[in-house]
């Protein structure tokens, strides 16, 4: 939601010069977008300024330029209802002489990465921002480890020692002790409970998700909606079309194949019901590591960040060419609706993504292995919205705001995960509560439970196949996470033997090549001067 570049001690006065809010040596810098507003209030000793998400039905800050000074009460008073503000928000508190406190609210839209640069604190929703602060010598080997596993933890730790995320509800301090993080309490959540025989729960959950659907004020012709064919997408463009239907655009990567075309079918149904215009773009020439992407022409993509980065970019490219600033996403559909601990086997299923049950790949390295019992180590704790969620949020988000759009995504609303965590098993499980409400307008049973499983795995196993490996080859005589001791090089030298003599390509290769060309990227581009943000 910002960048920042703070000193101490902090000013007594800030000024928004049109582009960031300053004290004459510190620098604020909101994410410009209509779907946010910023502000600073002072009671003539303490500051705050917030960068907010905006919410419908209530008074926003007005101009971009407020400033309003208050009586200490007052500044208090507002204080706690920033604190308390139900969308998303980030907050700096200055203090002089003390410091500057720095909050995150409940939703990690957007990341915030904060490093100790040296008499300034640095910070951004931009990894790349800090990469002055990256080095070879000072990666965190937990963090590698979790990577090269695929086993990645929502936690303040970054790949890079000294470089921290804001995870949600944390603080951190800045002060005359440096840079210090803070997690917050743990969130408390809900269990199941019975349904009253008269309550139409299907109906509550349409009432629910509508409002968070409506929760932030928006322009339909300059929205759109993420519209895979999944439940989830679905679910959030059925509550888009209830006061738009035709004026917002769905837009969708074609994965082709055989469930490709079930795909196109699908969502061809729904389309009619919505009556939104529509933008899809092939998948498979864009597959992962192709060398028109950001990853093979050496630019740094963070490693763990979108997989399907080259085809996301496109289609982000694209809508933003069609005007849209805003988009509806469906994340944060699997885990509203999962099922916990022993309902799994309540149901006669067996949990399986986010499992740590899996292979691991042979050719973990000894640094990677030594830190494979630390994997769960000094992690946030219990948060509100979904762990795995905030994870994909912080990893795919930048590459949203990199175009100039705000990604919204609400079936992460606190409100309707609360809901959802009180509904019995029967409704949870394989997402019936969404299936039943899609019944009820008409969708067919094809749209509603698909015969073949909709996803990329045959795109990334393309890109891997055709493009992966080929570079693997090329980057094994110098691999920079071989000498680091990450990877062990004749463990994956005698996998890609094995692949060229027909083998299966081994998907968990993909983390290691992300991670090398990303520490590859590093080292090319640590030596270009930091955005003068900084002065």
């Not at 790349?128 to 990666?139: C, N």
């Not at 002790?177 to 349904?195: C, F, N, Q, T, W």
Request: charge should be negative; hydrophobic fraction near 40%; glycine fraction near 8%.
């Amino acid at each position: 939601m910002l960048k920042l570049c703070l000193r101490m001690p902090p000013g007594a006065e800030w000024r928004w010069n049109g582009e960031h809010w300053s004290d004459g040596v510190s620098t604020i810098r909101p994410y410009a977008h209509p779907m946010l507003e910023h502000a600073a209030v002072t009671d003539g000793v303490s500051t705050f300024v917030v960068v907010r998400e905006r919410a419908r039905q209530v008074a926003g800050f007005g101009a971009a330029d407020v400033f309003t000074t208050a009586d200490t009460p007052t500044y208090l008073r507002l204080l706690d209802e920033i604190k308390a503000w139900p969308l998303d928000f980030v907050l700096i508190e200055c203090t002089p002489p003390d410091g500057y406190r720095i909050t995150s609210g409940t939703w990690g839209t957007a990341p915030l990465y904060l490093t100790d640069a040296g008499e300034r604190l640095r910070g951004s929703w931009s990894l790349p921002d800090l990469r002055q602060q990256f080095s070879l010598d000072a990666l965190d080997e937990r963090s590698v480890a979790r990577l090269l596993t695929e086993r990645t933890r929502y936690a303040r730790e970054t790949l890079f020692r000294g470089v921290y995320m804001l995870t949600e509800r944390a603080h951190a301090t800045y002060g005359d002790d440096g840079l210090v993080m803070h997690y917050p309490a743990p969130a408390e959540h809900a269990s199941p409970r019975e349904i009253r025989h008269d309550v139409d729960v299907v109906e509550v959950y349409r009432r629910v998700l509508s409002d968070a659907v409506y929760a932030r004020p928006f322009e339909p012709q300059t929205a759109a909606v993420e519209l895979s064919g999944g439940m989830d997408s679905a679910s959030v463009a059925v509550a888009l079309a209830e006061q738009h239907r035709g004026e917002v655009l769905s837009y969708a990567l074609a994965i082709g194949g055989e469930a490709g075309e079930q795909q196109l079918r699908r969502r061809a149904e729904m389309l009619l019901y919505l009556g939104f215009p529509d933008l899809t773009v092939d998948a498979l020439p864009l597959a992962p590591l192709n060398p028109d992407g950001a990853r093979a022409r050496g630019l740094f993509v963070e490693p763990g960040a979108e997989p399907y980065h080259e085809a996301v970019g496109t289609i982000l490219a694209a809508a933003r060419g069609q005007g849209v600033r805003t988009v509806f996403t469906g994340d944060g559909g699997d885990e509203l609706l999962s099922l916990r601990g022993d309902e799994w086997a309540s149901v006669g299923k067996v949990r399986g993504r986010f499992s740590d049950h899996e292979r691991l790949p042979p050719w973990l390295g000894r640094r990677t292995a030594d830190q494979l019992d630390a994997v769960d180590d000094d992690l946030a704790p219990p948060t509100v919205i979904n762990e795995a969620t905030l994870l994909g949020f912080a990893l795919r988000s930048p590459q949203f705001l990199d175009a100039g759009i705000w990604p919204v995504s609400p079936l992460c609303s606190p409100r309707l995960i609360r809901f959802a965590e009180q509904l019995p098993v029967s409704w949870r499980v394989d997402k019936h509560i969404c299936r039943e409400r899609f019944h009820r307008i008409g969708f067919s049973h094809d749209a509603r439970y698909p015969h073949l499983r909709e996803n990329f795995r045959h795109v990334m196993g393309a890109g891997l196949r055709e493009y992966g490996m080929p570079l693997l080859a090329e980057l094994l005589a110098e691999a920079v996470t071989v000498d680091l001791g990450f990877v062990d090089g004749d463990a994956l030298r005698a996998a890609l033997e094995r692949w060229k003599h027909g083998e299966q390509v081994d998907m968990k290769v993909f983390p290691v090549l992300s991670l090398e060309l990303a520490l590859r990227a590093m080292t090319a581009h640590r030596g270009e001067r930091e955005g003068a943000l900084c002065t």
